[in-house]
Protein backbone atom coordinates (compact mmCIF):
# COMPACT_ATOMS: atom_id res chain seq x y z
CA UNK A 1 0.00 0.00 0.00
CA UNK A 2 1.32 3.54 -1.03
CA UNK A 3 1.94 5.52 2.11
CA UNK A 4 1.83 9.13 1.61
CA UNK A 5 3.24 10.37 5.11
CA UNK A 6 7.18 11.49 4.26
CA UNK A 7 8.13 12.12 8.01
CA UNK A 8 10.51 8.51 7.75
CA UNK A 9 12.19 10.35 4.84
CA UNK A 10 12.97 13.48 6.52
CA UNK A 11 14.05 11.45 9.78
CA UNK A 12 16.14 9.70 7.27
CA UNK A 13 17.97 12.22 5.30
CA UNK A 14 18.71 14.10 8.18
CA UNK A 15 19.93 11.06 10.19
CA UNK A 16 21.91 10.27 6.77
CA UNK A 17 22.99 13.92 6.56
CA UNK A 18 24.23 13.65 10.53
CA UNK A 19 26.07 10.30 10.00
CA UNK A 20 28.21 12.08 7.58
CA UNK A 21 29.03 15.26 9.11
CA UNK A 22 29.63 13.31 12.41
CA UNK A 23 32.52 10.63 10.02
CA UNK A 24 34.27 14.13 8.82
CA UNK A 25 34.03 15.44 12.21
CA UNK A 26 35.40 12.12 13.78
CA UNK A 27 38.54 11.95 11.24
CA UNK A 28 39.35 15.80 11.84
CA UNK A 29 39.63 15.22 15.60
CA UNK A 30 41.20 12.17 15.60
CA UNK A 31 44.43 12.28 13.73
CA UNK A 32 43.34 14.98 11.56
CA UNK A 33 41.81 14.83 7.48
CA UNK A 34 45.01 14.77 5.63
CA UNK A 35 45.78 14.10 2.28
CA UNK A 36 45.27 15.93 -1.06
CA UNK A 37 43.81 18.91 -2.17
CA UNK A 38 44.50 22.14 -0.52
CA UNK A 39 45.01 22.25 3.15
CA UNK A 40 42.60 24.36 5.03
CA UNK A 41 44.28 24.34 8.75
CA UNK A 42 47.25 22.79 10.26
CA UNK A 43 46.22 22.23 13.35
CA UNK A 44 49.02 20.80 16.20
CA UNK A 45 48.60 16.85 16.80
CA UNK A 46 48.40 16.17 20.35
CA UNK A 47 49.35 12.80 21.62
CA UNK A 48 47.12 11.82 24.92
CA UNK A 49 49.16 10.31 28.25
CA UNK A 50 48.77 6.57 30.16
CA UNK A 51 46.38 3.97 28.66
CA UNK A 52 45.43 6.56 25.62
CA UNK A 53 48.93 7.63 24.88
CA UNK A 54 48.12 5.54 21.47
CA UNK A 55 45.70 8.10 20.60
CA UNK A 56 46.67 11.28 18.38
CA UNK A 57 44.48 13.76 18.24
CA UNK A 58 43.84 16.63 15.49
CA UNK A 59 46.25 17.49 12.74
CA UNK A 60 46.33 19.22 9.19
CA UNK A 61 42.93 19.21 7.56
CA UNK A 62 42.84 19.34 3.93
CA UNK A 63 39.83 19.28 1.08
CA UNK A 64 40.77 15.65 0.22
CA UNK A 65 40.93 14.64 3.50
CA UNK A 66 37.88 15.82 3.91
CA UNK A 67 36.10 14.14 1.26
CA UNK A 68 37.59 10.78 1.65
CA UNK A 69 36.16 10.78 5.24
CA UNK A 70 32.61 12.14 3.66
CA UNK A 71 33.23 9.27 0.87
CA UNK A 72 33.86 6.66 3.91
CA UNK A 73 30.35 7.38 5.51
CA UNK A 74 28.13 7.47 2.08
CA UNK A 75 27.65 3.54 1.86
CA UNK A 76 26.15 3.52 5.42
CA UNK A 77 24.25 6.91 4.41
CA UNK A 78 22.80 5.58 1.10
CA UNK A 79 21.76 2.51 3.38
CA UNK A 80 20.02 5.04 5.86
CA UNK A 81 18.15 6.42 2.74
CA UNK A 82 16.70 3.17 1.23
CA UNK A 83 15.40 2.71 4.09
CA UNK A 84 13.68 5.86 4.40
CA UNK A 85 12.59 5.97 0.96
CA UNK A 86 11.28 2.12 1.65
CA UNK A 87 9.37 3.24 4.56
CA UNK A 88 7.27 5.82 2.30
CA UNK A 89 6.44 3.06 0.16
CA UNK A 90 5.51 0.07 2.66
CA UNK A 91 4.75 -0.41 6.40
CA UNK A 92 8.45 -1.45 7.48
CA UNK A 93 7.19 -2.30 10.93
CA UNK A 94 4.33 -4.67 9.40
CA UNK A 95 7.09 -6.48 7.12
CA UNK A 96 9.39 -7.11 10.16
CA UNK A 97 6.37 -8.05 12.68
CA UNK A 98 5.58 -10.83 10.25
CA UNK A 99 9.56 -12.19 10.11
CA UNK A 100 9.07 -11.74 13.86
CA UNK A 101 6.04 -14.39 14.28
CA UNK A 102 7.45 -16.96 12.35
CA UNK A 103 10.81 -17.92 9.98
CA UNK A 104 14.29 -18.30 10.64
CA UNK A 105 15.23 -14.66 11.47
CA UNK A 106 12.01 -14.18 13.81
CA UNK A 107 14.65 -12.95 16.67
CA UNK A 108 16.27 -10.43 14.95
CA UNK A 109 12.95 -9.02 13.59
CA UNK A 110 11.29 -8.33 16.92
CA UNK A 111 14.79 -6.60 17.67
CA UNK A 112 14.50 -4.33 14.53
CA UNK A 113 10.59 -3.94 15.01
CA UNK A 114 11.43 -2.05 18.86
CA UNK A 115 14.54 -0.43 17.28
CA UNK A 116 12.25 0.74 14.17
CA UNK A 117 9.78 2.15 16.72
CA UNK A 118 11.99 3.32 19.15
CA UNK A 119 14.20 5.66 16.28
CA UNK A 120 11.51 9.00 16.22
CA UNK A 121 11.44 8.99 19.99
CA UNK A 122 15.57 9.29 19.89
CA UNK A 123 15.39 12.37 17.84
CA UNK A 124 12.18 13.57 19.87
CA UNK A 125 14.76 13.25 23.01
CA UNK A 126 16.90 15.20 21.16
CA UNK A 127 15.26 18.05 21.17
CA UNK A 128 13.53 17.77 24.56
CA UNK A 129 17.17 17.39 26.11
CA UNK A 130 18.67 20.59 24.11
CA UNK A 131 15.04 22.38 25.49
CA UNK A 132 16.54 21.14 28.93
CA UNK A 133 20.15 22.03 28.31
CA UNK A 134 18.98 25.39 27.91
CA UNK A 135 16.85 25.67 30.86
CA UNK A 136 19.97 24.45 32.73
CA UNK A 137 22.32 26.79 31.35
CA UNK A 138 24.17 23.96 30.32
CA UNK A 139 26.79 24.92 26.95
CA UNK A 140 28.68 21.28 26.62
CA UNK A 141 26.89 18.86 23.70
CA UNK A 142 28.31 16.13 25.93
CA UNK A 143 25.52 16.67 28.21
CA UNK A 144 23.12 15.33 25.83
CA UNK A 145 24.26 12.18 25.87
CA UNK A 146 22.88 10.76 29.48
CA UNK A 147 19.69 12.09 29.01
CA UNK A 148 19.44 11.04 25.36
CA UNK A 149 20.76 7.44 25.93
CA UNK A 150 17.96 7.07 29.23
CA UNK A 151 14.99 8.21 27.74
CA UNK A 152 15.81 5.84 24.59
CA UNK A 153 16.27 3.34 26.71
CA UNK A 154 13.02 4.23 28.47
CA UNK A 155 10.69 4.49 25.83
CA UNK A 156 12.58 0.71 24.41
CA UNK A 157 11.52 -0.77 27.20
CA UNK A 158 8.12 0.63 27.33
CA UNK A 159 7.34 0.09 23.31
CA UNK A 160 8.79 -3.49 24.44
CA UNK A 161 6.27 -3.82 27.32
CA UNK A 162 3.82 -2.62 25.33
CA UNK A 163 3.95 -5.07 22.16
CA UNK A 164 4.54 -7.88 24.71
CA UNK A 165 1.04 -7.27 26.40
CA UNK A 166 -0.71 -7.23 22.83
CA UNK A 167 0.20 -10.27 21.57
CA UNK A 168 3.30 -9.23 19.28
CA UNK A 169 5.27 -12.22 17.88
CA UNK A 170 3.10 -14.88 19.83
CA UNK A 171 3.06 -18.13 18.64
CA UNK A 172 -0.17 -19.68 20.58
CA UNK A 173 -3.01 -18.43 22.15
CA UNK A 174 -4.09 -19.35 25.42
CA UNK A 175 -8.17 -19.42 26.23
CA UNK A 176 -9.54 -18.33 29.30
CA UNK A 177 -11.98 -19.23 32.26
CA UNK A 178 -14.26 -16.21 32.34
CA UNK A 179 -15.22 -16.75 35.56
CA UNK A 180 -11.99 -16.93 37.53
CA UNK A 181 -10.29 -13.32 35.97
CA UNK A 182 -8.14 -13.60 38.83
CA UNK A 183 -6.87 -15.58 41.71
CA UNK A 184 -3.85 -14.71 43.67
CA UNK A 185 -2.80 -17.39 46.23
CA UNK A 186 0.41 -16.61 48.65
CA UNK A 187 1.89 -14.68 46.49
CA UNK A 188 5.08 -12.40 47.01
CA UNK A 189 6.89 -10.31 44.73
CA UNK A 190 10.17 -8.94 44.57
CA UNK A 191 13.90 -8.80 42.95
CA UNK A 192 17.33 -10.35 43.73
CA UNK A 193 17.90 -7.61 46.39
CA UNK A 194 14.66 -7.48 48.34
CA UNK A 195 10.86 -8.48 48.71
CA UNK A 196 8.26 -5.69 47.44
CA UNK A 197 4.64 -7.27 48.39
CA UNK A 198 4.75 -10.61 50.72
CA UNK A 199 1.23 -12.55 51.43
CA UNK A 200 -1.15 -11.56 48.74
CA UNK A 201 -4.17 -13.41 48.90
CA UNK A 202 -6.96 -12.02 46.24
CA UNK A 203 -9.65 -13.07 44.59
CA UNK A 204 -11.39 -10.98 41.49
CA UNK A 205 -14.76 -11.60 40.23
CA UNK A 206 -16.32 -10.71 37.01
CA UNK A 207 -18.07 -7.39 36.09
CA UNK A 208 -16.39 -5.40 39.72
CA UNK A 209 -14.21 -2.70 39.58
CA UNK A 210 -11.07 -2.88 42.48
CA UNK A 211 -8.81 1.00 42.97
CA UNK A 212 -5.17 0.14 43.95
CA UNK A 213 -4.13 2.84 46.00
CA UNK A 214 -0.66 3.08 48.15
CA UNK A 215 2.34 5.56 47.98
CA UNK A 216 4.55 6.00 45.61
CA UNK A 217 6.85 3.05 45.12
CA UNK A 218 4.69 0.44 47.11
CA UNK A 219 3.99 -1.70 44.52
CA UNK A 220 0.47 -1.28 42.90
CA UNK A 221 2.46 -1.85 39.69
CA UNK A 222 4.38 -4.42 40.63
CA UNK A 223 1.12 -5.93 41.36
CA UNK A 224 -0.07 -5.09 38.40
CA UNK A 225 2.04 -6.09 36.08
CA UNK A 226 2.10 -9.53 37.94
CA UNK A 227 -0.92 -10.19 37.05
CA UNK A 228 -0.22 -8.96 33.13
CA UNK A 229 2.77 -11.10 33.68
CA UNK A 230 5.05 -8.03 32.61
CA UNK A 231 6.75 -9.03 35.89
CA UNK A 232 7.54 -12.59 35.93
CA UNK A 233 8.15 -12.92 32.02
CA UNK A 234 9.94 -9.27 31.15
CA UNK A 235 10.89 -7.72 34.18
CA UNK A 236 12.95 -10.44 35.43
CA UNK A 237 11.23 -10.53 38.88
CA UNK A 238 11.13 -13.27 41.33
CA UNK A 239 7.05 -14.86 42.18
CA UNK A 240 5.81 -17.22 45.11
CA UNK A 241 3.02 -18.06 45.27
CA UNK A 242 0.41 -18.75 43.20
CA UNK A 243 -1.01 -16.31 40.56
CA UNK A 244 -3.48 -17.24 37.77
CA UNK A 245 -5.63 -15.08 35.09
CA UNK A 246 -8.37 -16.46 33.23
CA UNK A 247 -7.43 -19.79 35.03
CA UNK A 248 -4.24 -19.44 33.36
CA UNK A 249 -0.93 -19.87 35.23
CA UNK A 250 0.99 -16.53 35.24
CA UNK A 251 4.24 -17.69 35.65
CA UNK A 252 4.18 -20.44 32.92
CA UNK A 253 2.28 -18.39 30.17
CA UNK A 254 3.79 -14.81 28.76
CA UNK A 255 2.09 -11.72 28.52
CA UNK A 256 1.68 -12.14 24.54
CA UNK A 257 -0.30 -15.59 25.34
CA UNK A 258 -2.78 -14.52 26.79
CA UNK A 259 -3.58 -10.80 25.12
CA UNK A 260 -6.71 -12.48 23.97
CA UNK A 261 -8.44 -11.53 27.44
CA UNK A 262 -5.47 -9.55 29.57
CA UNK A 263 -6.08 -5.65 28.64
CA UNK A 264 -3.64 -3.63 29.48
CA UNK A 265 -3.04 0.04 29.59
CA UNK A 266 0.56 0.69 31.05
CA UNK A 267 0.74 4.11 32.99
CA UNK A 268 2.86 6.04 30.54
CA UNK A 269 0.34 5.95 27.52
CA UNK A 270 2.48 8.00 25.15
CA UNK A 271 5.29 5.79 25.36
CA UNK A 272 3.54 2.95 24.95
CA UNK A 273 1.98 3.79 21.85
CA UNK A 274 3.28 1.62 18.67
CA UNK A 275 1.46 3.18 15.53
CA UNK A 276 1.06 5.80 13.54
CA UNK A 277 -2.55 6.71 13.26
CA UNK A 278 -5.08 6.62 16.43
CA UNK A 279 -7.05 3.23 14.12
CA UNK A 280 -4.08 1.43 13.72
CA UNK A 281 -3.33 1.71 17.27
CA UNK A 282 -6.71 0.52 18.52
CA UNK A 283 -6.11 -2.36 15.53
CA UNK A 284 -2.82 -3.21 16.33
CA UNK A 285 -3.32 -6.09 18.23
CA UNK A 286 -6.04 -7.97 15.52
CA UNK A 287 -4.00 -6.55 13.20
CA UNK A 288 -0.30 -8.17 14.44
CA UNK A 289 -2.22 -11.91 14.62
CA UNK A 290 -3.23 -11.53 10.81
CA UNK A 291 -7.13 -10.28 11.39
CA UNK A 292 -8.73 -9.31 7.93
CA UNK A 293 -8.37 -5.69 7.19
CA UNK A 294 -12.52 -5.68 6.96
CA UNK A 295 -13.01 -6.99 10.67
CA UNK A 296 -10.16 -4.96 12.14
CA UNK A 297 -11.59 -1.74 11.04
CA UNK A 298 -15.05 -3.07 11.93
CA UNK A 299 -14.24 -3.63 15.63
CA UNK A 300 -12.23 -0.30 15.77
CA UNK A 301 -15.19 1.66 14.92
CA UNK A 302 -16.64 -0.37 17.16
CA UNK A 303 -14.47 0.15 19.98
CA UNK A 304 -14.23 3.85 19.27
CA UNK A 305 -17.84 4.23 19.29
CA UNK A 306 -18.64 2.90 22.83
CA UNK A 307 -15.43 5.17 23.98
CA UNK A 308 -16.60 8.44 21.90
CA UNK A 309 -13.51 8.83 20.29
CA UNK A 310 -14.69 7.78 16.33
CA UNK A 311 -13.61 11.69 15.35
CA UNK A 312 -9.93 10.53 16.62
CA UNK A 313 -9.64 7.53 14.19
CA UNK A 314 -7.55 8.96 11.85
CA UNK A 315 -5.47 11.49 14.18
CA UNK A 316 -1.79 11.02 14.38
CA UNK A 317 -1.08 9.12 17.20
CA UNK A 318 1.18 12.17 18.84
CA UNK A 319 -1.26 14.76 17.79
CA UNK A 320 -3.46 13.51 21.05
CA UNK A 321 -4.30 15.65 24.19
CA UNK A 322 -3.81 14.06 27.13
CA UNK A 323 -7.03 13.18 27.65
CA UNK A 324 -7.61 11.65 24.62
CA UNK A 325 -4.57 9.63 24.61
CA UNK A 326 -5.87 7.95 27.71
CA UNK A 327 -8.71 7.03 26.11
CA UNK A 328 -7.64 5.62 23.18
CA UNK A 329 -5.00 3.29 25.02
CA UNK A 330 -8.20 1.86 26.83
CA UNK A 331 -9.37 0.91 23.44
CA UNK A 332 -6.54 -0.55 22.61
CA UNK A 333 -6.62 -2.76 25.05
CA UNK A 334 -10.43 -3.32 24.78
CA UNK A 335 -10.14 -4.32 21.12
CA UNK A 336 -10.00 -8.17 21.83
CA UNK A 337 -12.80 -8.31 24.39
CA UNK A 338 -10.48 -8.77 27.69
CA UNK A 339 -11.94 -10.55 31.20
CA UNK A 340 -9.36 -8.39 32.85
CA UNK A 341 -8.21 -4.94 32.19
CA UNK A 342 -5.48 -3.87 33.80
CA UNK A 343 -5.00 -0.25 34.07
CA UNK A 344 -2.03 1.94 35.87
CA UNK A 345 -2.96 5.40 36.77
CA UNK A 346 -5.19 6.70 34.22
CA UNK A 347 -6.17 9.68 35.93
CA UNK A 348 -2.42 11.32 36.00
CA UNK A 349 -2.27 13.70 33.21
CA UNK A 350 -5.78 14.57 33.18
CA UNK A 351 -8.23 17.71 33.57
CA UNK A 352 -11.35 17.06 35.55
CA UNK A 353 -13.74 17.14 32.57
CA UNK A 354 -11.06 14.45 31.31
CA UNK A 355 -11.17 12.37 34.90
CA UNK A 356 -14.97 12.44 34.85
CA UNK A 357 -15.16 10.55 31.58
CA UNK A 358 -11.88 8.10 32.34
CA UNK A 359 -14.05 7.05 35.30
CA UNK A 360 -17.16 6.71 33.53
CA UNK A 361 -15.94 4.59 30.83
CA UNK A 362 -14.24 2.34 33.39
CA UNK A 363 -17.00 1.87 35.97
CA UNK A 364 -19.52 1.02 32.61
CA UNK A 365 -16.54 -1.39 31.05
CA UNK A 366 -17.41 -3.30 34.59
CA UNK A 367 -20.76 -2.86 35.52
CA UNK A 368 -22.34 -2.54 32.35
CA UNK A 369 -19.84 -5.03 30.22
CA UNK A 370 -19.08 -7.50 32.81
CA UNK A 371 -14.94 -6.70 32.49
CA UNK A 372 -13.30 -7.17 35.50
CA UNK A 373 -11.36 -3.83 35.92
CA UNK A 374 -8.19 -3.67 38.29
CA UNK A 375 -7.06 0.46 38.56
CA UNK A 376 -3.49 1.41 40.35
CA UNK A 377 -4.44 5.16 41.35
CA UNK A 378 -3.31 8.03 43.51
CA UNK A 379 -6.34 10.18 42.93
CA UNK A 380 -8.80 7.48 45.12
CA UNK A 381 -11.29 10.54 45.72
CA UNK A 382 -12.17 10.63 42.15
CA UNK A 383 -13.82 7.60 42.32
CA UNK A 384 -16.47 8.24 44.87
CA UNK A 385 -18.36 5.18 45.56
CA UNK A 386 -18.19 3.33 42.23
CA UNK A 387 -15.09 0.45 43.37
CA UNK A 388 -16.47 -2.72 44.52
CA UNK A 389 -13.49 -3.18 46.58
CA UNK A 390 -10.70 -0.53 47.29
CA UNK A 391 -7.60 -1.89 48.49
CA UNK A 392 -4.25 -0.58 49.75
CA UNK A 393 -0.58 -1.23 49.91
CA UNK A 394 0.91 -0.21 53.20
CA UNK A 395 4.37 -1.64 54.45
CA UNK A 396 4.74 -4.42 51.37
CA UNK A 397 1.16 -5.93 52.38
CA UNK A 398 -2.07 -5.86 51.19
CA UNK A 399 -5.00 -4.23 52.82
CA UNK A 400 -9.02 -3.38 52.46
CA UNK A 401 -8.82 0.66 52.27
CA UNK A 402 -11.28 2.88 54.19
CA UNK A 403 -13.76 4.67 51.42
CA UNK A 404 -12.22 8.03 52.57
CA UNK A 405 -8.82 8.56 51.84
CA UNK A 406 -6.05 9.01 53.92
CA UNK A 407 -5.93 13.13 54.17
CA UNK A 408 -2.89 15.06 52.41
CA UNK A 409 -0.73 16.63 55.36
CA UNK A 410 -1.87 20.43 56.56
CA UNK A 411 0.41 22.84 54.61
CA UNK A 412 1.48 25.85 56.09
CA UNK A 413 -0.77 29.20 56.44
CA UNK A 414 -0.87 30.75 53.13
CA UNK A 415 1.63 33.93 52.87
CA UNK A 416 1.28 37.79 51.44
CA UNK A 417 3.23 38.63 48.43
CA UNK A 418 5.30 41.94 47.99
CA UNK A 419 5.97 44.04 44.92
CA UNK A 420 5.68 43.44 41.18
CA UNK A 421 8.76 42.07 39.79
CA UNK A 422 7.53 40.06 36.62
CA UNK A 423 5.03 41.52 33.64
CA UNK A 424 4.27 39.45 30.35
CA UNK A 425 2.70 41.55 28.05
CA UNK A 426 0.53 40.26 24.90
CA UNK A 427 1.87 36.70 24.65
CA UNK A 428 1.26 34.71 21.84
CA UNK A 429 1.91 31.30 20.35
CA UNK A 430 1.34 29.34 17.51
CA UNK A 431 2.07 25.54 17.03
CA UNK A 432 1.65 24.49 13.18
CA UNK A 433 -0.46 27.26 12.37
CA UNK A 434 -2.78 27.31 15.07
CA UNK A 435 -2.72 29.30 18.02
CA UNK A 436 -2.50 27.73 21.64
CA UNK A 437 -1.70 31.16 23.47
CA UNK A 438 -3.71 34.33 22.58
CA UNK A 439 -2.74 37.25 23.97
CA UNK A 440 -1.77 36.79 27.53
CA UNK A 441 -1.11 39.31 30.15
CA UNK A 442 -0.31 39.03 33.31
CA UNK A 443 2.03 40.20 36.22
CA UNK A 444 3.89 38.50 39.09
CA UNK A 445 4.61 39.41 42.27
CA UNK A 446 7.49 38.05 44.55
CA UNK A 447 6.60 35.77 47.20
CA UNK A 448 3.56 34.92 45.44
CA UNK A 449 2.08 31.50 44.06
CA UNK A 450 -0.21 31.35 41.00
CA UNK A 451 -1.93 28.23 40.52
CA UNK A 452 -2.37 28.22 36.49
CA UNK A 453 -5.58 25.94 35.82
CA UNK A 454 -7.96 24.83 32.88
CA UNK A 455 -8.72 21.61 30.58
CA UNK A 456 -6.16 19.57 28.36
CA UNK A 457 -4.96 21.60 25.46
CA UNK A 458 -5.81 25.07 27.19
CA UNK A 459 -2.45 26.45 26.44
CA UNK A 460 -0.79 26.32 30.06
CA UNK A 461 2.54 24.40 28.89
CA UNK A 462 2.92 27.06 26.07
CA UNK A 463 2.80 30.12 28.28
CA UNK A 464 4.96 28.44 30.67
CA UNK A 465 7.49 28.13 28.26
CA UNK A 466 6.59 31.48 25.95
CA UNK A 467 7.42 33.06 29.56
CA UNK A 468 10.75 31.29 29.73
CA UNK A 469 11.85 31.07 26.88
CA UNK A 470 10.59 33.83 24.62
CA UNK A 471 12.71 33.16 21.81
CA UNK A 472 11.86 29.84 21.87
CA UNK A 473 11.27 27.64 18.44
CA UNK A 474 7.55 28.41 18.01
CA UNK A 475 6.09 31.38 16.66
CA UNK A 476 5.04 33.79 18.86
CA UNK A 477 5.03 37.73 20.02
CA UNK A 478 4.52 40.08 23.12
CA UNK A 479 7.46 40.37 25.50
CA UNK A 480 8.46 39.37 29.08
CA UNK A 481 10.31 41.75 31.52
CA UNK A 482 11.73 40.91 35.09
CA UNK A 483 12.48 43.52 37.28
CA UNK A 484 12.77 45.58 34.07
CA UNK A 485 14.76 43.33 32.02
CA UNK A 486 13.58 41.95 28.67
CA UNK A 487 14.56 38.39 28.83
CA UNK A 488 14.00 38.00 25.20
CA UNK A 489 17.51 39.83 25.25
CA UNK A 490 19.10 37.88 28.24
CA UNK A 491 22.07 35.45 27.44
CA UNK A 492 21.31 31.80 28.38
CA UNK A 493 22.71 32.23 32.24
CA UNK A 494 21.12 35.58 32.68
CA UNK A 495 18.51 34.27 31.97
CA UNK A 496 18.14 31.68 34.63
CA UNK A 497 18.77 34.01 37.47
CA UNK A 498 15.49 35.78 35.91
CA UNK A 499 13.09 32.89 34.93
CA UNK A 500 13.50 29.47 35.81
CA UNK A 501 11.19 26.46 34.28
CA UNK A 502 10.68 23.37 35.22
CA UNK A 503 8.77 20.74 32.73
CA UNK A 504 6.24 18.43 32.65
CA UNK A 505 8.98 15.99 31.97
CA UNK A 506 10.89 17.00 34.95
CA UNK A 507 13.56 14.11 34.44
CA UNK A 508 14.65 15.65 31.37
CA UNK A 509 16.68 18.59 33.33
CA UNK A 510 19.17 15.32 35.19
CA UNK A 511 21.51 14.72 33.07
CA UNK A 512 24.57 13.02 35.26
CA UNK A 513 24.55 10.17 36.91
CA UNK A 514 24.99 10.71 40.37
CA UNK A 515 23.19 13.36 42.77
CA UNK A 516 26.19 14.90 43.49
CA UNK A 517 27.36 15.32 39.93
CA UNK A 518 24.20 16.94 39.14
CA UNK A 519 24.54 19.27 42.20
CA UNK A 520 27.59 20.43 41.05
CA UNK A 521 27.03 20.69 37.41
CA UNK A 522 24.32 23.12 38.63
CA UNK A 523 26.66 25.30 41.47
CA UNK A 524 28.79 25.70 37.78
CA UNK A 525 26.23 26.73 35.54
CA UNK A 526 24.99 29.31 38.34
CA UNK A 527 28.27 29.99 39.27
CA UNK A 528 27.65 29.91 43.30
CA UNK A 529 27.66 27.33 45.21
CA UNK A 530 24.59 25.67 47.49
CA UNK A 531 22.14 23.58 45.49
CA UNK A 532 23.28 20.37 47.85
CA UNK A 533 21.87 22.27 51.00
CA UNK A 534 18.89 23.54 48.76
CA UNK A 535 18.11 19.58 47.78
CA UNK A 536 18.50 18.61 51.66
CA UNK A 537 16.34 21.48 53.15
CA UNK A 538 13.57 20.45 50.60
CA UNK A 539 14.03 16.98 51.60
CA UNK A 540 14.45 17.73 55.56
CA UNK A 541 17.20 15.25 55.53
CA UNK A 542 20.82 14.48 53.46
CA UNK A 543 20.71 12.14 50.14
CA UNK A 544 23.49 9.95 49.86
CA UNK A 545 24.77 11.95 47.23
CA UNK A 546 27.07 8.63 44.85
CA UNK A 547 22.63 6.98 44.12
CA UNK A 548 21.68 7.85 40.73
CA UNK A 549 19.13 10.19 40.91
CA UNK A 550 16.89 8.13 38.78
CA UNK A 551 17.13 6.03 41.62
CA UNK A 552 15.24 8.37 44.09
CA UNK A 553 11.25 8.94 44.32
CA UNK A 554 9.18 10.53 41.90
CA UNK A 555 9.02 13.67 44.84
CA UNK A 556 12.72 13.21 45.69
CA UNK A 557 13.48 13.31 41.89
CA UNK A 558 11.24 16.75 41.42
CA UNK A 559 12.60 18.30 44.42
CA UNK A 560 16.38 17.66 43.18
CA UNK A 561 14.91 19.17 39.71
CA UNK A 562 13.80 22.55 41.77
CA UNK A 563 16.79 22.36 43.71
CA UNK A 564 19.12 22.51 40.20
CA UNK A 565 16.70 25.39 39.06
CA UNK A 566 17.05 27.70 41.82
CA UNK A 567 20.16 27.16 42.31
CA UNK A 568 20.57 30.33 40.24
CA UNK A 569 18.21 32.24 42.29
CA UNK A 570 15.93 32.78 39.63
CA UNK A 571 13.00 35.99 40.59
CA UNK A 572 10.82 33.94 38.71
CA UNK A 573 9.92 29.80 39.08
CA UNK A 574 7.08 28.38 37.00
CA UNK A 575 6.57 24.81 37.46
CA UNK A 576 4.69 22.29 34.85
CA UNK A 577 2.03 20.06 36.55
CA UNK A 578 4.17 19.85 39.98
CA UNK A 579 1.79 17.29 41.94
CA UNK A 580 1.27 14.85 38.83
CA UNK A 581 1.40 11.29 39.50
CA UNK A 582 2.62 11.79 43.68
CA UNK A 583 1.42 10.41 46.70
CA UNK A 584 0.14 12.36 49.84
CA UNK A 585 3.71 12.62 51.46
CA UNK A 586 5.46 13.69 48.33
CA UNK A 587 2.88 16.19 47.23
CA UNK A 588 3.27 17.94 50.64
CA UNK A 589 7.10 17.35 50.00
CA UNK A 590 6.79 19.26 46.89
CA UNK A 591 4.45 21.61 47.72
CA UNK A 592 6.95 22.26 50.73
CA UNK A 593 9.96 23.13 48.44
CA UNK A 594 7.31 25.20 46.33
CA UNK A 595 6.52 27.12 49.66
CA UNK A 596 10.32 28.06 50.26
CA UNK A 597 10.85 29.02 47.15
CA UNK A 598 8.24 31.95 47.59
CA UNK A 599 9.23 32.59 50.82
CA UNK A 600 12.32 33.70 49.75
CA UNK A 601 11.07 36.13 47.76
CA UNK A 602 10.78 34.91 44.20
CA UNK A 603 7.52 34.79 42.27
CA UNK A 604 6.01 31.15 41.71
CA UNK A 605 3.53 29.89 38.64
CA UNK A 606 2.73 26.42 38.35
CA UNK A 607 0.47 25.12 35.62
CA UNK A 608 -1.90 22.37 37.46
CA UNK A 609 -4.90 20.04 36.92
CA UNK A 610 -4.82 19.49 40.61
CA UNK A 611 -7.65 21.30 42.48
CA UNK A 612 -6.63 20.31 46.01
CA UNK A 613 -2.92 21.25 45.32
CA UNK A 614 -3.87 24.40 44.04
CA UNK A 615 -6.04 25.13 46.97
CA UNK A 616 -3.59 24.11 49.37
CA UNK A 617 -0.71 25.82 48.05
CA UNK A 618 -1.48 29.10 45.91
CA UNK A 619 -2.31 32.46 46.07
CA UNK A 620 -4.19 32.90 43.82
CA UNK A 621 -5.89 31.24 40.80
CA UNK A 622 -6.06 31.51 36.97
CA UNK A 623 -8.01 30.22 34.23
CA UNK A 624 -6.92 29.45 31.07
CA UNK A 625 -8.96 27.97 28.11
CA UNK A 626 -9.01 27.86 24.33
CA UNK A 627 -5.33 29.71 24.89
CA UNK A 628 -7.28 32.88 26.93
CA UNK A 629 -6.11 34.26 30.19
CA UNK A 630 -9.67 34.20 32.33
CA UNK A 631 -10.29 36.94 34.78
CA UNK A 632 -8.94 36.17 38.24
CA UNK A 633 -10.53 33.70 40.41
CA UNK A 634 -10.17 32.72 43.84
CA UNK A 635 -7.38 29.91 45.22
CA UNK A 636 -10.34 27.22 45.99
CA UNK A 637 -11.56 27.77 42.42
Sequence with gaps: MLRTRLAPLWGAVLLAAGFVVLRVVYRVVFGGAGGGG????EVPRLRLAGPFEHVTLFGPVTTGGIANAALTALPFAALLLAFGILSTIVDVRALLARGAVRGPVRTVARALVVAWATFPAMLDSVRRVRVARELRG???AASLLVPVLEQTVERAIALGASMEVRGFAAT??????CEHPAVLTGVSLGYEERWCLEGVDLELAPGTLTLLSGATGSGKSTLLHAMSGLFQHVSGGIQRGTVEVGGVDRLAVPPRETAGFVGVVLQSVRLSF???TVAEEIGFTLANRGVARSIVAERVSEVAGRLGIDHLLGRDIHALSA????LVAIGAALVEHPVLLLVDEPLADLDDAAR????DVLDTLAHGAGVCVVVAEHAVAEWGERPDARLEIRAGSLHRAAVVPAAEPSAAPVTGHGQTIAEVRNVSVAHDGRTVVDDVSLDL?????IALRGPNGAGKSSLLHAIARPSGSASGSGSVFVEGRDVSRLKRRERRSAVALVPEAFDDLLFATTVDEECRRADRAAGQPGTADLFAGFLGREVDGRRHPRELSAGERLCLVLAIQLSARPRVLLVDEPSRGLDAAARALVGGALRAAAASGTAVMLATHDRDFAA??????????AGRLDERVGAAS
Design 616 to 625: RYATRTLRMS
Design 274 to 276: VAG
Design 445 to 449: AAGEI
Design 356 to 359: ARVV
Design 138 to 140: ERA
Design 172 to 177: RRSEPR
Design 323 to 326: GEAC
Design 38 to 41: VLLV
